[in-house]
């Protein structure tokens, strides 16, 4: 028996795929030349086909997951709970998933974005229209400047801007000794002002004392988004932060969960919360918690973990169901990444990424550079940890 309403998931594939980058991207944790991420490749009965991504901002030092580990508990724990269900029964699937193993928010939110393809596949309608509906068409997106070299990062904002393709810049920090970091920070912001917004994170590698030190400085030079200072655990030190903030004081690494979210809801930790599908495992509770900051009157923002083409499609179906934006968001990865796996491009113009129109999620894998950039092909390229 099948039909739009029952589409048993018959094959599930989980496939690392290494992506090169344009550049090196410094982050707090490491540097990195590669984006590697695991497609989840689900088959239903009626040959549908539903594809998720599974993407890190290169490897375990920001959620604890590596691809590595997504693909072994993926295939030795995940697979066999989906395989034989219906693909339009994701809340008990992604139930049974969450009592069988712990955490793994990355691999499972690729998996349910599969499902969510397969219906959107065999019901001929856009993810977005299962998740509430379009609210818009398209995404501010900021760049990420991550060499560490203030010259090097104005030529290439100014490069950026002369495109319209960005207008925001994400200063990646804490790499760096807080005072250099700062200085550059600051050159950036002063060298830009009146042409771009610029934007620091430090990646929770700051204490309280540096962050209130740095926070002053940063404002005087045109700052207008600060994102996780702090380590992630210290909620209370962000409240106090974000008491004396004058600018968006946004979490990040401290809203994964919906108890997260609860619990800087009731001690005001933040001023804007950075929304992404992976560290919230899935779509739709990414949607509830998106609900909540905004009962909390905490403003959302569209936040990325560098997915590929295909993972940025998908993002930005979740993202077209957001109204209110007003820092707009990052989904920048496709620009970052020299390579596309898939057969569309996205689409980035006049500063903002543009939804995709297609069916499901929107954007389709092209098989000859999946086969050219899967692991088990033997092309690799891995990040270099410092
Ligand atoms: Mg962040």
Redesign the pocket.
Same mark, same amino acid.
């Given at each position: 028996m099948s039909g739009p309403g029952t589409q048993r998931i018959e094959a599930l594939e989980a496939i690392i795929v290494d992506l090169p980058l344009v550049r090196e991207q410094r982050f707090a944790a490491l540097d990195a030349r590669s984006q590697s991420m695991v497609l989840l490749v689900l088959r239903s009965q009626d040959g549908i086909e539903g594809v998720g991504e599974a993407s890190l901002p290169s490897g375990p030092w920001w959620g604890g997951e590596s691809v590595e580990s997504i693909k072994a508990n993926v295939d030795g724990y995940l697979a066999p709970l989906v395989i034989g269900e219906d693909a339009f029964a994701v809340d008990s699937i992604m139930r049974k998933l969450d009592d069988a193993v712990h955490g793994n928010s990355f691999a499972k939110a690729g998996i349910e974005m599969a499902l969510l393809d397969i219906q959107g596949k065999a019901l001929e309608q856009p993810v977005y229209n299962l998740l509430g509906g379009k609210a818009r068409d398209s995404l501010p997106v900021a760049w990420p400047l991550a060499t560490g070299d203030a010259s090097a990062e104005i030529d290439e904002a100014r490069e950026k801007l002369d495109k319209r393709l960005h207008n925001i810049f994400k200063l990646k920090m804490g790499a760096m000794d807080p005072e250099a970091d700062v200085e550059r920070a600051c050159r950036v912001a002063r060298e830009l002002e009146g042409a771009a917004k610029v934007r620091c #994170?430090p990646?929770g590698r700051w204490d309280e004392t540096t962050a209130s030190w740095a926070l002053p400085r940063l404002v005087e030079a045109g700052v207008d988004l600060i &994102?996780?200072p702090l380590q992630r655990w210290n909620l209370e030190g962000c409240a106090r932060l974000t008491r004396h903030c004058p600018i968006a004081h946004m979490l #990040? &690494?401290s809203v994964c969960s919906l108890q997260d979210m609860q619990r800087v809801a009731e001690l005001r930790a933040g001023s804007l919360i950075?929304l992404k599908i992976m560290k919230t495992g899935g779509m739709r509770r990414t949607k509830t918690l998106s609900e909540m900051a905004l009962a909390a009157g905490i403003p959302i923002y569209m936040?990325t973990f560098l997915e590929s083409s295909y993972g940025t499609g998908a993002n930005m179906q979740f993202c077209a169901t957001l109204r209110d934006l007003p820092y707009g968001g990052e989904l920048s990865g496709p620009l970052l990444v020299a390579e596309s796996i898939t057969e569309q491009d996205p689409e980035y113009r006049d500063f903002e990424l543009h939804l995709q129109p297609g069916t499901g999620l929107g954007m389709s894998i092209d098989p000859e550079k999946l086969a050219a950039f899967r692991r088990d092909r033997d092309y690799s390229l891995h990040a270099v940890q410092r």
């Amino acid at each position: 028996m099948s039909g739009p309403g029952t589409q048993r998931i018959e094959a599930l594939e989980a496939i690392i795929v290494d992506l090169p980058l344009v550049r090196e991207q410094r982050f707090a944790a490491l540097d990195a030349r590669s984006q590697s991420m695991v497609l989840l490749v689900l088959r239903s009965q009626d040959g549908i086909e539903g594809v998720g991504e599974a993407s890190l901002p290169s490897g375990p030092w920001w959620g604890g997951e590596s691809v590595e580990s997504i693909k072994a508990n993926v295939d030795g724990y995940l697979a066999p709970l989906v395989i034989g269900e219906d693909a339009f029964a994701v809340d008990s699937i992604m139930r049974k998933l969450d009592d069988a193993v712990h955490g793994n928010s990355f691999a499972k939110a690729g998996i349910e974005m599969a499902l969510l393809d397969i219906q959107g596949k065999a019901l001929e309608q856009p993810v977005y229209n299962l998740l509430g509906g379009k609210a818009r068409d398209s995404l501010p997106v900021a760049w990420p400047l991550a060499t560490g070299d203030a010259s090097a990062e104005i030529d290439e904002a100014r490069e950026k801007l002369d495109k319209r393709l960005h207008n925001i810049f994400k200063l990646k920090m804490g790499a760096m000794d807080p005072e250099a970091d700062v200085e550059r920070a600051c050159r950036v912001a002063r060298e830009l002002e009146g042409a771009a917004k610029v934007r620091c #994170d430090p990646n929770g590698r700051w204490d309280e004392t540096t962050a209130s030190w740095a926070l002053p400085r940063l404002v005087e030079a045109g700052v207008d988004l600060i &994102e996780q200072p702090l380590q992630r655990w210290n909620l209370e030190g962000c409240a106090r932060l974000t008491r004396h903030c004058p600018i968006a004081h946004m979490l #990040d &690494e401290s809203v994964c969960s919906l108890q997260d979210m609860q619990r800087v809801a009731e001690l005001r930790a933040g001023s804007l919360i950075s929304l992404k599908i992976m560290k919230t495992g899935g779509m739709r509770r990414t949607k509830t918690l998106s609900e909540m900051a905004l009962a909390a009157g905490i403003p959302i923002y569209m936040g990325t973990f560098l997915e590929s083409s295909y993972g940025t499609g998908a993002n930005m179906q979740f993202c077209a169901t957001l109204r209110d934006l007003p820092y707009g968001g990052e989904l920048s990865g496709p620009l970052l990444v020299a390579e596309s796996i898939t057969e569309q491009d996205p689409e980035y113009r006049d500063f903002e990424l543009h939804l995709q129109p297609g069916t499901g999620l929107g954007m389709s894998i092209d098989p000859e550079k999946l086969a050219a950039f899967r692991r088990d092909r033997d092309y690799s390229l891995h990040a270099v940890q410092r």
